[in-house]
Nanobody, 115 residues
Framework: QVQLVESGGGLVQPGGSLRLSCAAS????????MGWYRQAPGKQRELVAT???????NYADSVKGRFSISRDNAQNTAYLQMNTLKPEDTAVYYC?????????WGKGTLVTVSS
């Protein structure tokens, strides 16, 4: 069974940095597309970033230049490096995987940006 487990969320001050990890199991990780989404209170879930099996990256305009998505196929793990964090980045961040035509989701990790 596919399982995605996020980690690395927490409380960080504005301007700070945080790195989220998504450990994947139950799939052939190297041929998947990985993504990060987020959902803030009262808002719909939105795309943050994706990375294809070829390493092609896509970012939401709101995070371009601040966030970076990466993957380590040897570790079956995707990452989201978040820099220059803003209060509006506060949300539950979800890991997403597309494999064999099916989308899978992690349970999310909370990121709170506040002083």
């Amino acid at each position: 069974q596919v399982q995605l487990v996020e980690s690395g969320g927490g409380l960080v001050q504005p301007g700070g940095s945080l790195r989220l990890s998504c450990a994947a199991s139950g799939s052939i990780f190297s041929i998947t597309t990985m993504g990060w989404y987020r959902q803030a209170p009262g808002k719909q879930r939105e795309l943050v970033a994706t990375i294809s099996s070829f390493g092609i990256r896509n970012y939401a305009d709101s995070v371009k230049g601040r966030f970076s998505i990466s993957r380590d196929n040897a570790q079956n793990t995707a990452y989201l490096q978040m820099n220059t964090l803003k209060p509006e980045d506060t949300a539950v961040y979800y890991c997403n995987q597309l494999w064999n035509g099916v989308y899978y989701w992690g349970k999310g990790t909370l990121v709170t940006v506040s002083s």
